[in-house]
């Protein structure tokens, strides 16, 4: 389906024809309706103000006006192995993509062209349009939204909340969640094992510890309370993969303002956001309260509060308070807890690696392992699987950003043009879209090894840094956590959260999956977008088999 770029006579009339055809929602096919009508007038006048040029790479034809290849490339995990097939035709090292109405987008698959593109973020490559409108509806003006020195200043503002001292004093916060869960589960599995559907636990987990980690407020959900305020955000991937609405994201690249027209998730969307902006509200309030208490500083934002900034410059305002509350719940919640499932699931399917995790544990100590254990070089396996789960499963899977001035990107190796020369660097007019595909790169046998997409924790035991993977940016050379001046504020938060979950259920329960290996597994929505379900081979919400440990 779709139209192909060879079609030489198309009218309004085709564009409608396709848009009836392949869209079943009326709403949707409103917009996309209202959107084609706009959009030849946007690609003429594009193609008019464009004076420094691009470098022509190669890469695939366009397949469709609309999306141009856009829609082999979802915004989930599974856009990799289309990535990857596009490396090896028409890479190695960059290509370009036809995307949405006529735009194109430069794909960078070198190292030194992605440390040149995560080192200019924030300067020469920014967020498009599109990305800062859905995150200032979603999460205001706080460090997500914000760029340039607006972003300079709360980053600074933010970082010594975010130090190892911080997140040593959040640690118990952590621990108190996982046995939670695991009393739970000890209950559950009273009989020796129980079907349980981890992603829901392992969500809970994570919204109760950024609630409490993150701004002393205590959703318990854990205890059987609901979370008004995430209740919304989880209902929008309830459904089964609609086509429409993973596509959204990449339409609105194009037309920013779609935004603003009524849409399937609108109403949900907006009731989350009426929720959240309560709840910062009543947790502000309750904060500056307690003022000096004890609560405050065993939170991130209790931390900000009580800091003593003689720099006034530095001070955080009411509502800068607020909108980085939500964007703790935005950036910290679902990405947290989908790598976690992904790590019990990866667990379970290979069962030799979860013995081995086990064993390190129970060996270790009877004592729960200590902050300085978690992160130090004690606990050797359960690093490596935390970095082995971030690596093939990241949860923002890839990253586009336009450029907001022309650039030239170095290349460590030369790459051919689509006229045949060689070239040793790219030429970026200003406005082209560049992307690093962040699953595809972290998934690369060219950086590491042809076992690249297996599930093999040795590899970080053995030492990343032999292979072609230590010319790669990012921590511990890989692309999950961003790089440069808008890598992951949260990355220590998330991996001490993690390992502490993962050695407290792995000590006690087995993971086992129907199927073992060869269960496929797939999952809706991968980006940074809420409602985020894994599911499991029959279609529905994944359930693990767990039990006792004997
Ligand atoms: C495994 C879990 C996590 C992953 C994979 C992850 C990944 C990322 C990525 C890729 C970015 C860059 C996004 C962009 O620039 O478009 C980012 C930014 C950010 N993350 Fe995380 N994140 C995780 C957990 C957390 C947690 C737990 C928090 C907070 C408690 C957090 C807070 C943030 C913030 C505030 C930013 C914006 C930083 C800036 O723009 O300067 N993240 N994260
Ligand atoms: C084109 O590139 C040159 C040199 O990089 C620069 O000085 C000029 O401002 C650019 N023109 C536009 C329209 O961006
Ligand atoms: C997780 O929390 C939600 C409320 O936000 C609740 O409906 C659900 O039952 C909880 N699930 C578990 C496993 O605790
Ligand atoms: C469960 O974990 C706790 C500490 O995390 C430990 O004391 C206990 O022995 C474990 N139970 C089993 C059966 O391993």
Known sequence: MGITQSTTNISDLDWLSFLTTSIDDPNARLILAFASAIALGSIVSAVRSRSNTTTRLRGPPSESLIWGVAKKVPLTEHAAAQYTAWEAEYGPGAYRIPFTLGKEKIVLFDARAI???????????????????????????????????????????????????????????????????????DTLTKNGEALIEVQDWMNNISIDAIGLAGFSHDFNTLGGDRAGAVDAFDATGANAPASF????????????????????????????????????????????????????????????????????????????????????????????????????????????????????????????????DLVGDKLPYLDAVTHETLRLHPSVPELTRVAAVDDIIPLSAPVTDASGRTVDRISIAKGTLVGCPITAVNRSPAFW??????????????????????????????????????????????????????????????????????????????????????????????????????
């Open 449 to 550: 090894g042809a076992d690249a997409l297996e599930f093999r924790p040795g590899r970080w035991i053995e030492g990343v840094e032999k292979g072609s993977a230590k010319d790669l940016t990012g921590h511990r050379h890989l692309l999950t956590f961003a790089s440069g001046p808008r890598t992951c504020i949260g990355k220590g938060f998330a991996i001490a959260e993690f390992k502490t979950v993962l050695a407290v259920l792995v000590r006690n329960f087995t993971f086992d999956i129907e199927g073992g290996k060869s269960h496929k597994v797939t999952i809706t929505r991968g980006s940074s977008l809420p409602g985020r379900k894994i599911f499991g081979e029959n279609g529905k919400f994944l359930a693990l088999k767990v039990s006792r440990v004997a």
């Open 245 to 372: 609405t993973n596509m959204l994201p990449l339409l609105l690249l194009v037309f920013p303002w779609l935004d603003k027209l009524p849409s399937p998730n609108k109403k949900r969307m907006n009731q989350f956001n009426d929720a959240l902006n309560d709840l910062s509200e009543r947790v502000w309030k309750k904060l500056k309260d307690e003022g000096a208490g004890d609560v405050s500083e065993k939170s991130i934002v209790g931390r900000l509060l009580r800091a003593e900034s003689s720099d006034t410059s530095l001070q955080l305002s009411k509502h800068e308070v607020i909108d980085e509350i939500k964007v703790m719940i935005i950036a910290g919640y679902i990405t947290t807890s989908t790598s976690l499932t992904w790590a019990l699931i990866e667990l379970a399917k290979n069962p030799d690696a979860q013995a081995r995790l086990r064993t390190e544990i129970t060996q270790f100590s009877d004592e729960d392992p200590s902050y300085e």
């Open 115 to 185: 440390a040149h593109f995560f080192a200019m973020d924030n300067t020469v490559y920014i967020k498009t349009a599109q990305s800062r409108s859905v995150l200032r509806n979603l999460a205001g003006e706080g460090i997500l939204w914000a760029e340039g020195d607006v972003h300079r200043r709360q980053r600074k503002v933010l970082s010594p909340a975010f130090t190892n001292a911080a997140i040593r004093s959040l640690n118990p916060i952590f621990y108190d969640c996982a046995y939670k869960c695991k009393d739970t589960w």
